[in-house]
């Protein structure tokens, strides 16, 4: 079946930092990918997303490619602050157009940054 | 983005009870609401999605007559975990999408406890 890998955390980086955070997944079709971010006590909000191969997703200073060759969608940052201290979530869904209805998520990376 | 109020964030209950948890979009008409849950060092699940005015629609394995889903407004959904256990403890996330609508926006989730 679908499903999505991400690497496990906690992740702790100083201020500044580069992050990647891993994410590959197994579909059988064409998903679309997202990150999402959860900060403390709030919801799950779309960081970024891609709905075909080769597609780079990006907002607030984070990216994510589309590799379909290597069934991977790492999220990647050039330089992290504490506000970006949260959990992250990578998914995918088979929806055509990229709803984001039935969504199959990873187990989330929290991640700390220090000043 | 639109918001997504989940009510409430922690509840702790004695097992054989009844615990409603509810999910509201504040600001948008959800045509279609969707509860997750998810298990320590788990990835989030699906468990049902919901359209207004219809029967929720559950994933395999989930229960319908313990996990209790009512979608009667455009604005309100509800899960009620009817009888619940030790094993019910876990945390619920709402996510809620308009009719046309490709972004699900998701509340910030309930922490349940049954002791």
């Known amino acids: 079946g679908n499903s999505v890998t991400q690497m496990e955390g906690p992740v702790t980086l100083s201020e500044e930092a580069f992050l990647t955070i891993n994410c590959t997944y197994t579909a059988t079709g064409y998903p679309s990918l997202f990150w999402y971010v959860q900060y403390p006590g709030e919801g799950l909000q779309l960081l970024l997303k891609?709905?075909?191969?080769?597609d780079k997703g990006s907002n607030k200073g984070f990216e994510a490619t589309y590799r379909k060759e290597t069934t991977s969608f790492h999220l990647e940052k050039g330089s992290v602050q504490v506000s970006d201290s949260a959990v992250y979530f990578c998914a995918l869904t088979m929806n055509y157009g990229g709803s984001q209805g039935n969504l199959i998520f990873g187990k989330g990376t929290k991640l700390s940054v220090k000043p | 983005g639109a918001v997504v109020s989940q009510h409430p964030s922690r509840v702790i209950c004695k097992s054989g009870t009844s615990v409603k948890i509810e999910c509201r979009s504040l600001?948008?008409?959800?045509?279609?609401m969707f509860w997750y849950r998810q298990f320590p060092k788990k990835s989030l699940m699906l468990m049902a999605t919901?359209?207004?005015?219809?029967?929720?629609?559950?994933e395999q394995g989930v229960e319908k007559d313990k996990f209790l889903i009512n979608h009667a407004s455009l604005t309100l959904s509800t899960l009620t975990v009817t009888s619940a256990h030790p094993e019910d403890s876990s945390f619920y996330i709402c996510?809620?999408?308009?009719?046309?609508?490709?972004?699900?926006?998701f509340g910030q989730g309930t922490r349940l406890t049954v002791v």
């Open positions: 919901s359209n207004e005015g219809s029967k929720a629609t559950y």
């Open positions: 996510s809620a999408s308009t009719l046309r609508g490709t972004e699900a926006f």
């Open positions: 891609a709905t075909k191969a080769d």
């Open positions: 600001d948008f008409q959800a045509t279609t």
